[in-house]
């Protein structure tokens, strides 16, 4: 169960059965998934068993973003427990352009912090820059680009990979998508 964080406008807790009708409306907007894995939800029933999969009983580090005087999720933040500490968010639509990704972003990473996490990474594809500006205000640098098969979409994707450490080795770079993807290269003027 993750912590509850709380910042100027959001709490962050985790998700609970009552909330299967807000992870429905952010799971099955196109628009908000558009640059996701997943394809939209179509009914209630595949948000309970999404609910199921990804957020009952779940780990350490995933959240529900709510607005702090609503406490109803309007989106979310996860962080992978690989070896990537891949960070993830998405807000519904009409959250969007507020600031409100960042500022959520910024308390989670705030956490890891705390609890000695050494670094965080993120990928956004390259035509979602809206992502990528997002890792960049967290002060996330850009270290690579690579081209995956996506799945289950099954399409291919160029992921620009940002990465922030922060235990004060200014040197790692996480480089297993580099190194799993034949694909790759780094852009210049990023």
């Given at each position: 169960m993750?912590?509850?964080l709380?910042t100027?406008?959001?709490?962050?807790?985790a998700?609970?059965?009552?909330?299967?009708?807000?992870?429905?409306?952010?799971?099955?907007?196109?628009?908000?998934?558009?640059?996701?894995?997943?394809?939209?939800?179509?009914?209630?029933?595949?948000?309970?068993?999404?609910?199921e999969?990804?957020?009952?009983?779940?780990?350490?580090?995933?959240?529900?973003?709510?607005?702090?005087?609503?406490?109803?999720?309007?989106?979310?933040v996860?962080?992978?427990a690989?070896?990537s500490h891949?960070?993830?968010?998405a807000?519904?639509?009409a959250?969007?352009?507020?600031?409100?990704?960042?500022?959520?972003?910024?308390?989670?990473?705030?956490?890891?912090?705390?609890?000695?996490?050494?670094?965080?990474?993120?990928?956004h594809?390259?035509?979602?820059?809206?992502?990528?500006?997002?890792?960049?205000?967290?002060?996330?640098r850009?270290?690579?680009?690579?081209?995956?098969?996506?799945?289950?979409?099954?399409?291919?994707?160029?992921?620009?990979?940002?990465?922030?450490n922060l235990?004060?080795?200014?040197?790692?770079?996480?480089?297993?998508?580099?190194e799993?993807?034949?694909?790759?290269?780094?852009?210049?003027?990023?």
């Open positions: 993750p912590p509850e709380k100027e406008r959001l709490l962050l807790r998700f609970t059965r009552n909330d299967i009708e807000s992870i429905f409306a952010i799971y099955s907007d196109a628009e908000v998934n558009r640059f996701l894995p997943w394809y939209p939800l179509r009914t209630l029933e595949e948000a309970g068993r999404l609910y999969e990804r957020y009952a009983g779940a780990g350490e580090y995933r959240w529900a973003v709510c607005l702090r005087d609503e406490n109803v999720p309007v989106g979310y996860h962080v992978s690989d070896g891949d960070l993830g968010y807000l519904g639509r959250y969007w352009g507020r600031g409100l990704a960042t500022e959520a972003c910024r308390a989670v990473i705030d956490r890891l912090r705390m609890d000695g996490v050494p670094f965080v990474t993120a990928t594809d390259v035509n979602n820059p809206g992502s990528g500006r997002v890792m960049q205000k967290l002060g996330m850009y270290q690579y680009t690579y081209r995956e098969q996506w799945q289950p979409k099954n399409i291919p994707v160029q992921f620009r990979l940002y990465q922030l235990d004060g080795n200014t040197d790692r770079v996480y480089r297993k998508y580099w799993l993807y034949p694909e790759h290269h780094i852009e210049k003027n990023l």
